[in-house]
């Protein structure tokens, strides 16, 4: 299943907002400097008795740019870096004031600048008087004509301003591209795992005997036994999936106590019933489902089917919106499938069973998990490790506190919480009528107010009082799009989460982080190996 990803901050923005800070900065320093220079030729030309000629003038500009400054090397260096700064300035008001020619100069002298500082620092060795006295006095020369066609301080800042605001436009741009480019690659199914479906569906038309061992595993005690560790995975993703249950039976004492109920859709069904029939996994047991049978499941029932049903809606999920406040990500009809929603109805799917454990199928399980069905979450019916470590992760990021049915009945600094390995009591569920809860908030959704898109605000809604802090160890996030997770962290964690477009299924993902996930990958088996190959 291709979920949302959690809320990050893009490797692409940092670096966008860290050069327009950047160019920011340059400016400014351009503009004092500038000022400085301006000032110091009008005091100048103040204490001047007599007409000055501008060979004169220039002379002496030069003269306090070679002569007052100390010999050394390092202040050369900031010599010629400053007036780069404030020349590349110059060459940009020049453009804009159509004076081309001493716009080519100024870039000329800028690259003679630059071509002595790259040369100097190839070498390893300081710059000379020699080398930097003439760079320094034709770019002075240059400053000073600039300064006399009266490109003065107020022009510079507003001139810098406009072409501020039109990086930042351009930065934004990027932004959203870079995000929606992000989204549309993390949706796309490679093409091994694609052709890894198309061999095992036909594996399971072209084999009676597949599905025959499916009816007879359908009527299996264990199933409802619950004496045994239930664990539910909704997905359409074959190799996730295998990777979720195979790391679970890896790091468990007793694997034939776990029990895994596996959820998908009617094109994937025959898919995911022959991987797992035909492989073992430490003798567990694996349940397919197709959520597309449940009969219970429609528009008169859920209000999430309704809404998909209503064409406004399609349009808004399917056809995109015109509002551009939207972020692309936001419009992606892959946030309201019904296999995302499948987590709000665990208790209908199974109706027998009493407590179970519910993950992502972009997780990856370190250790055993048994021990958290014996875990007390205080009569709640959720069991979840928090994310509120960071301000973005409380409810206020996530709702419409401005509505005030929202504003009336929660906090909005509250914590929030991961969707990824969650432990449901589901008689404390069925007590507390959750479902209903789900169904109101999401009908007081149904214009998109409160939130956007998604199940982890609904979910916030729905579990609000209800929800239990397990241990941060428990579940560690953010293997999908931070770079930076400390190395302990992850070697305490129980499950790592690969929230986020960088799944560890993708070329693009984080290559620190794969290994983690590839482990647990059977690459022996023919059909992965063919896929691969060809």
Known sequence: MRRRAAEFRRPVRRRLSNWIWVLIGLFSAAGLLLFVLHHNQNEHRLHQTSPVSDEKIEQENVSRNVGEEPKAATSFARQLGEQMTLAKAYVIIAKEHNNLQLAWELSSKIRSCQLLLSKAAMKDEP????????????????????????????????????????????????????????????????????????????????????????????????????????????????????????????????????????????????????????????????????????????????????QLLDPESRSYYFHGSQDVKVEPKLQNPKYVSLLNHLRFYIPEIFPQLEKIIFLDDDVVVQKELTPLFSLDIHGNVNGAVETCLEAFHRYYKYLNFSNPIISSKFDPQACGWAFGMNVFDLVAWRKKNVTERYHYW?????????????????????????????????????????????????????????????????????????????????????????????
């Open 127 to 306: 710059i000379s008087l020699a080398d930097a006295e003439p760079v320094i006095k034709s770019l002075s020369s240059l400053i000073f004509k600039a300064q006399d066609a009266h490109y003065d301080v107020a022009t510079t800042i507003m001139t810098m301003k406009s072409h501020i605001q039109a990086l930042e436009a351009r930065a934004n741009a990027a932004t959203v591209q870079s995000t929606l480019f992000g989204q549309m690659a993390a949706e796309a199914i490679p093409k091994n795992l694609h052709c890894l479906n198309v061999k095992l569906t036909a594996d399971w038309h072209r084999r009676p005997s597949l599905q025959e061992l499916a009816d007879k595993n359908r009527n299996s005690q264990r199933l409802v036994d619950n004496n045994l560790y239930h664990f539910c995975i909704f997905s359409d993703n074959i190799m996730a999936v295998s990777v979720v249950v195979n790391s679970t039976v890896s790091n468990a004492e007793h694997p034939k106590q776990l029990v895994f109920h596996i959820v998908t859709n009617r094109v994937m069904h025959g898919a995911m019933q022959a991987w797992f029939l035909s492989n073992d996994f430490k003798g567990s047991t694996v349940e397919i489902q197709n959520f597309e049978d449940f009969s219970w499941l429609n528009a008169s029932y859920a209000p999430v089917v309704k």
């Open 442 to 534: 999401q009908e007081k959704n149904a214009d998109r107010t409160i939130w956007k898109l998604g199940t982890l605000p609904a979910g916030l809604l729905t579990f609000y009082g209800l929800t239990d802090p397990l241990d941060r160890r428990w579940h560690v996030l953010g293997l999908g799009y931070d770079v930076n997770i400390d190395n302990r962290l992850i070697d305490s964690a129980a499950v790592i989460h690969f929230n986020g477009n960088l799944k560890p299924w993708l070329r693009f993902s984080i290559g620190r982080y794969k290994p983690l996930w590839e482990r647990y990958v059977n690459h022996s088996h023919p059909y992965l190996q063919d896929c691969v190959t060809s």
